[in-house]
């Protein structure tokens, strides 16, 4: 092909055997010429020509798709799901296609799409998520597309909307001809009996998204009856929901009511380590730490404690209380309600995970349920990787469960599934 902007040579150039080109037409003619603020064109002396025919012109290199970010601004780690096998849903628990994800350099739009939904419910743009879902499953049909059909499903059960979930439900019925998922009610965990205490877990971090089971102790306390608090899986609280539990023991305790806290030592601990004396924060906290104490701790730890409560917040701290639950209460513990896993709650917003370090160092095999996770953070997910990386490069094998399917293909996009197994639950 000759260039418009060669100009006529002295020697003429062997042709070769090729369509002349069109002349211009006029619309092509009117473009706009190149400003001299571009980049010079050599001069035709300076240009090296051989005798031969010319080489073919290079093909202009393909640019690739834009890459979805994060709202930090950096790019997203892209993952292939071409080994994603919707077979494999067909156990009750399984493992997630996000563990035969790999990073690769060309972008999978499908992928791409995938991540954008994810980073906006992660980031709480519930609405923008939602409704690019909702395009999604229409864009994708067959069996890839109903990745984005669980993220809605499992979109509409954060959101507590039933009502959207079960119309999905029968629209996805029709369209991919199989069952849809179930609504989940989330129920405080929760043994009732007749006769003897009612026993009640806490588990994971608890906040303000996820007290059911104190309401349910309220109940309790209200009616008059004994319980057994289960803390064995208890890693933490936020300082509102340890207000009310302090406010709620404390309760308890003046009314001689036998509630009995089960394995708090690991929680104590915890919450002994946070609070530094001098520091006027974590009121509430403190509060929870000398009912904790109370219970569980001797005198002499607690008035020590009760001391550094007057000094940070200048307060009178409660006093010391000789009555004890009865011991007998702690027989009736069902021991079948224990595992090894510990549990993590709620909306997990700039978590740092510092907690996991001593949880995964207890155990052989730890396993992170995420059962009652309702959304995590991109930080959150990154930091979560920056804590099992040390273990993974050690050889050990930790199991990460139950996260919905918002978190797991979050987990992915930040490659937290190089780090974990990740097992999802069946739909």
Request: charged share 25%; hydrophobic share 45%; aromatic share 6%.
């Given at each position: 092909m000759v260039f418009s902007f060669f100009k006529k040579q002295s020697q003429k150039m062997p042709e070769r055997q090729v369509a002349r080109p069109k002349a211009p037409t006029p619309a092509a003619a009117a473009q706009p010429q190149e400003t001299p603020s571009q980049e010079p064109v050599a001069p035709l002396e300076d240009l090296e020509f051989s005798t031969g025919n010319l080489p073919p012109p290079k093909a202009p290199a393909k640019a690739a798709p834009p890459v979805a970010q994060p709202a930090s601004g950096k790019p997203l780690a892209i993952v292939n799901d071409a080994d994603f096998d919707m077979e494999e849903f067909d156990?009750?628990?399984?493992?997630?296609?996000?563990?035969?994800?790999?990073?690769?350099?060309?972008?999978?739009?499908?992928?791409?799409?995938?991540?954008?939904?994810?980073?906006?419910?992660?980031n709480g743009q519930d609405a923008a998520a939602r409704g690019l879902l909702e395009a999604l499953i229409r864009a994708y049909p067959g069996i890839e597309g109903r990745r984005f059909w669980h993220l809605l499903f499992d979109l509409l059960q954060v959101a507590g909307d039933r009502a959207a979930f079960e119309k999905l439900g029968v629209e996805f019925a029709e369209i991919c001809e199989t069952s849809p998922p179930t609504w989940r009610q989330e129920q405080p965990q929760v043994a009732r009996s007749?006769?003897?205490?009612?026993?009640?877990?806490?588990?994971?971090?608890?906040?303000?998204?996820?007290?059911?089971?104190?309401?349910?102790?309220?109940?309790?306390?209200?009616?008059k009856q004994s319980a057994i608090i289960d803390c064995g899986k208890l890693v933490g609280c936020d300082d509102d929901v340890a207000g009310r539990l302090a406010d709620l023991l404390a309760r308890a305790r003046r009314i001689g009511l036998d509630i009995l806290l089960d394995q708090p030592e690991a929680f104590l601990r915890r919450v002994n380590d946070r609070l530094i004396a001098g520091e006027a924060t974590h009121l509430q906290s403190w509060l929870l730490l000398l009912e904790l104490l109370q219970r569980h701790g001797s005198?002499?730890?607690?008035?020590?404690?009760?001391?550094?409560?007057?000094?940070?917040?200048?307060?009178?701290?409660?006093?010391?209380?000789?009555?004890?639950?009865?011991?007998?209460?702690?027989?009736?513990?069902?021991?079948?309600r224990r595992d090894d896993a510990h549990y993590l709650s709620g909306d997990l917003k700039s978590c740092r995970f510092e907690e996991l370090i001593q949880v995964i160092e207890e155990q052989d095999s730890p396993v992170l349920d995420f059962s009652g996770v309702r959304r995590m953070d991109f930080f959150s997910a990154g930091q979560l990787v920056n804590r099992l990386v040390p273990y993974k490069t050690a050889g050990r094998e930790i199991v990460i469960r139950s996260p919905n399917h918002l978190v797991a293909e979050l987990m992915a996009v930040v490659g937290l599934n190089k780090q974990?197994?990740?097992?999802?639950?069946?739909?």
């Open positions: 156990r009750d628990f399984t493992d997630s296609s996000v563990m035969a994800i790999d990073v690769e350099h060309d972008i999978d739009p499908l992928q791409a799409d995938l991540e954008q939904a994810v980073v906006l419910f992660a007749a006769n003897g205490p009612q026993f009640i877990s806490l588990q994971g971090v608890l906040t303000a998204d996820c007290v059911a089971p104190l309401a349910e102790l309220e109940k309790i306390i209200k009616q005198q002499e730890a607690f008035e020590e404690r009760a001391v550094d409560y007057a000094v940070t917040f200048e307060l009178s701290p409660p006093s010391w209380d000789d009555r004890k639950p009865l011991s007998a209460v702690k027989a009736t513990v069902p021991s079948a974990a197994r990740i097992i999802v639950p069946k739909s």
